[in-house]
C-alpha cells in the first residue's frame, strides 16, 4: 500500500484491504455485527488500530439512521429555568448521563406556545435520536404534539397534560409533603400553613394534596392555610406576608420549594418570628447549595433530580437499543432531610 500523507484520512476501504477482507466484511466488524467471524472482526479492528481509521459519523449515520445526540428539553419560560436551582442540577446530570452512554446531548427550551411547533419540526428532521422532556404544566401542548413523533420520549416528572402511554420518572411529591407535615406535627405545630408551587404543575398539586392529607388524618381542618407561589423565592416571601396577615397564630410553614422556605423565612423575620422557636419551617427539594447554607440550615423533602435523570438515561437506551419497554410511570421515594429550621 503507498504511503499516504499526514492529512489523507484513511477509509473503510484501506482497513478491508489491510485485514484483507471485503468492505462489506469490514464495515459489519466496525458495526459489531452477530454475522461477522470473531477471527475476521479481530484482523478488522487491528487493522483500523494500525492505520489510525476513525468512522465518518456522518456517513455512519445515513445507514444507522443514529445522530448519537439526544436533546433535551424544558418546557419552561427561560427566566425561570435560569433562576431555579433544580434546573441547573436536572441539565448538569443528563449532560453527564448521556455522555457516560456516548451520547451527546442537545439542550432546548420552549419558552412558549409559540416555540411548540418548531421544537416538534427539529425533533422529526431526524437531528436527535430521542427526547428527554420536562413539561410538568397542565394545559402545555407539547406532550401531545410530540405523541404524533416516531421518537423515542422520555418525561420527568408527570407530563401535565397527557397521562397513558408514555414513560415518566417522577418522584413521590405527595409522600415527601406528608412526611413534612408530619415532623411538624410531631413537634407540637397545629397551625400548619402552605406555600405551594403553581397549581397547574402536577408535583406542586400533588404536595398540596400531601400536606392536606397529613392535617385531615391528624383532625386539623386545613382551610384557609394555603398560599400559591411559584417555586422561586420572591413568590415565598410574599405568600408569606399574606399567611401572616390571615392566619397570625401559625406555628408552621411546609413551603413546596427550598427556593420558597427562603423567602417564607425571609418575611418571618421581618414580621419578629422566630425560626424555628415561633415557627418551624420544612421545604421541599433539599438543594444541596441552598438548604444547609440557609440560617438556620433548612429541613426538607429530599430529591435527587440525578436519580431521576439517571433512569430517564437508561430507559431511553433501552428504547433505542430496540427493547420491548412498556410505558409506565416510575415512582422514585423521597425522604425528610432535618436540620435545625423544624
Given at each position: 500500500m503507498p504511503p499516504r500523507s499526514q492529512d489523507e484520512r484513511p477509509t473503510l476501504e484501506d482497513v478491508a484491504a489491510y485485514a484483507g477482507v471485503s468492505r462489506s466484511t469490514a464495515s459489519r466488524a466496525l458495526n459489531d455485527d452477530a454475522y461477522v467471524s470473531s477471527r475476521s472482526r479481530e484482523k478488522v479492528l487491528g487493522a483500523a488500530r494500525e492505520l489510525g481509521y476513525s468512522p465518518n459519523q456522518a456517513a455512519r449515520s445515513l445507514v444507522t439512521r443514529r445522530t448519537g445526540a439526544v436533546a433535551v428539553v424544558l418546557s419552561e419560560p427561560e427566566s425561570k429555568v435560569l433562576d431555579d436551582p433544580y434546573f441547573a442540577t436536572v441539565m448538569h446530570g443528563a449532560y453527564r448521563e448521556l455522555a457516560a452512554?456516548?451520547?451527546q446531548m442537545l439542550l432546548m427550551f420552549v419558552d412558549s406556545r409559540e416555540d411548540v411547533p418548531r421544537t416538534v419540526r427539529f425533533l422529526e428532521g431526524g437531528h436527535v435520536d430521542g427526547a428527554l422532556v420536562f413539561a410538568p404544566h397542565q394545559g402545555d401542548p407539547l406532550p401531545t404534539a410530540l405523541r404524533l413523533l416516531r421518537l423515542p420520549v422520555v418525561y420527568g416528572g408527570r407530563p401535565g397534560s397527557v397521562r397513558r402511554g408514555v414513560h415518566?420518572?417522577?418522584?413521590?411529591?405527595?409522600?415527601?409533603?406528608?412526611?413534612?407535615?408530619?415532623h411538624l406535627l410531631?413537634?407540637?405545630?397545629?397551625r400548619i400553613t402552605t406555600v405551594t408551587g403553581m397549581l397547574d404543575h402536577p408535583a406542586a398539586a400533588d404536595r398540596l394534596a400531601g400536606w392536606r392529607d397529613a392535617l385531615t388524618e391528624a383532625g386539623l381542618d386545613p382551610a384557609g392555610l394555603s398560599e400559591a407561589g411559584d417555586f422561586l423565592?420572591?413568590?415565598?416571601?410574599?405568600?408569606m406576608t399574606t399567611l401572616l396577615r390571615r392566619v397570625p397564630d401559625l406555628d408552621g410553614v411546609f413551603a413546596a420549594s427550598?427556593?420558597?422556605?427562603?423567602?417564607a423565612?425571609?418575611?418571618l423575620r421581618a414580621a419578629g418570628k422566630r425560626v424555628p422557636t415561633d415557627v418551624g419551617v420544612i421545604g421541599f427539594d433539599d438543594q444541596p447549595t441552598l438548604a444547609p447554607a440557609m440560617d438556620p440550615p433548612l429541613t426538607s423533602v429530599h430529591q435527587?433530580?440525578?436519580?431521576?435523570?439517571?433512569h430517564m438515561v437508561r430507559t431511553m437506551m433501552s428504547l433505542l437499543s430496540g427493547d420491548n419497554v412498556r410505558p409506565e410511570s416510575t415512582i422514585l421515594p423521597v425522604t425528610l432531610t432535618l436540620r435545625d429550621s423544624a
Open positions: 452512554t456516548g451520547a415518566a420518572v417522577d418522584f413521590d411529591n405527595r409522600a415527601g409533603a406528608r412526611l413534612a407535615v408530619r410531631s413537634t407540637g405545630r397545629r423565592m420572591p413568590s415565598g416571601e410574599r405568600a427550598d427556593a420558597m422556605a427562603a423567602g423565612m425571609r418575611a435527587d433530580p440525578r436519580e431521576q435523570v439517571r
